[in-house]
């Protein structure tokens, strides 16, 4: 039998988080841990209430898998069926598979992406570094207090309302460097969207390698009536689920934000990925606001994307693990994960 135990972790934030859906000053995250026969690992949970997942929701998702066997899965295939049966969260789901194949890759005397059977990073992997939503007048002091001009990519998150001030603002301080700009559904519709457009791309020095998710998921005719008409491309973010029509995807879509905490493991992730890359379509590894638990655990697979945002580390005030360094806006993994918590 396997021992698995939840812990929940409370994170300060460095400032407050604002997307165009919610803002917060902390986050509830949960430590998941898989130990027996000498071998242990650990899985992050970073709930997602997009997805009406939450902290207190996960943990008794969490007491019902112990109670319903969870612990006499011995196997990766086990595993599965398992988690198939019961369906728990997203990313209590991501939290238990990525435990079990870091205590597996352990067992197997190999690195985790190794194990995967995925190419590891050549080196320190380059990440963007988000600034969220904010009044134009506080951005230069976020900017030199947090050392964003380090960061050779910047993700910008925006609403509706205020993005032509927020970018303006930006491009101002940081003429021509390349930005994400991340909309997570805000616009309701096309028109409302090409209203907005068409004043921020005239802004002096705005450099978009990309804009995320500006409308609804449930907005399908209206991406495909986008397309190509931005001047940019255009990532999927929240339109994609496990449902999800890759071809149809890439109908609206030029690329795809695979985030492991909503694809539910490892395993979802990288089918996600290749079906991104079998359509034609660019690839994005995402994160939420993780530890570097988590950020360690999707560094395991970045070789696979063309634009990495693993910054969700850096937005935890006293960021408990330690197992991924950045400098000069690069990652680099601590080996001593495969020892000390894999």
Not at 127 to 144: D, N
Not at 177 to 188: C, S
Request: charged share 20%; proline share 6%.
């Amino acid at each position: 039998m396997l021992t698995w135990t939840l812990k929940p972790l409370l994170l300060p934030l460095r400032f407050t988080w604002k997307i165009a859906r919610n803002a917060s000053a902390s986050k509830t995250n949960l430590l998941v841990e898989v130990a027996g026969g000498g071998y242990r690992g650990r899985g992050e949970a970073a709930p997602n209430i997009r997805y009406q997942e939450t902290p207190e929701g996960l943990q008794s998702e969490f007491a019902a898998l112990l109670a319903a066997g969870l612990g006499s899965c011995e196997t990766l295939e086990e595993l599965a069926e398992f988690l198939t049966l019961h369906q728990p969260a997203h990313a209590l789901r991501f939290a238990l598979e990525s435990a079990f194949v870091h205590r597996e890759a352990v067992r197997a005397g190999q690195s985790v992406a190794g194990w995967l059977g995925v190419t590891p990073p050549a080196g320190p992997v380059p990440t963007a570094a988000s600034l969220p939503i904010m009044e134009p007048g506080e951005v230069a002091g976020f900017v030199r207090q947090q050392g964003l001009d380090r960061f050779p990519l910047l993700k910008i998150k925006v609403n509706r309302e205020g993005a032509l001030d927020l970018l303006g603002e930006v491009t101002r301080l940081l003429p021509g460097r390349p930005l994400i700009i991340d909309g997570n559904e805000a616009w309701p519709d096309a028109d409302s969207l090409r209203q907005s457009w068409e004043a921020i791309a005239r802004l002096p020095g705005l450099r978009v390698r990309l804009l995320e998710q500006p409308l609804p998921a449930t907005r399908t005719t209206d991406y495909r009536a986008l397309k190509g008409q931005l001047g940019c491309p255009v990532f999927a973010d929240e339109s994609v689920t496990d449902e999800a029509d890759f071809a149809d995807i890439a109908r609206q879509f030029d690329g795809v934000n695979m985030k492991l905490m909503k694809a539910g493991g490892y395993f979802n992730g990288l089918r996600i990925l290749r079906e991104t890359r079998a359509h034609g379509l660019q690839t994005m590894l995402g994160c939420m606001v993780e530890t570097s638990l988590g950020i360690w655990s999707a560094l395991q697979i970045s070789a696979l994307a063309d634009v990495c945002d693993l910054d969700g580390f850096l937005i935890v005030r006293d960021e408990p693990f330690g197992l991924v360094q950045e400098a000069g806006g690069l990652l680099t993994a601590s080996e001593a994960q495969k020892a000390r918590s894999s």
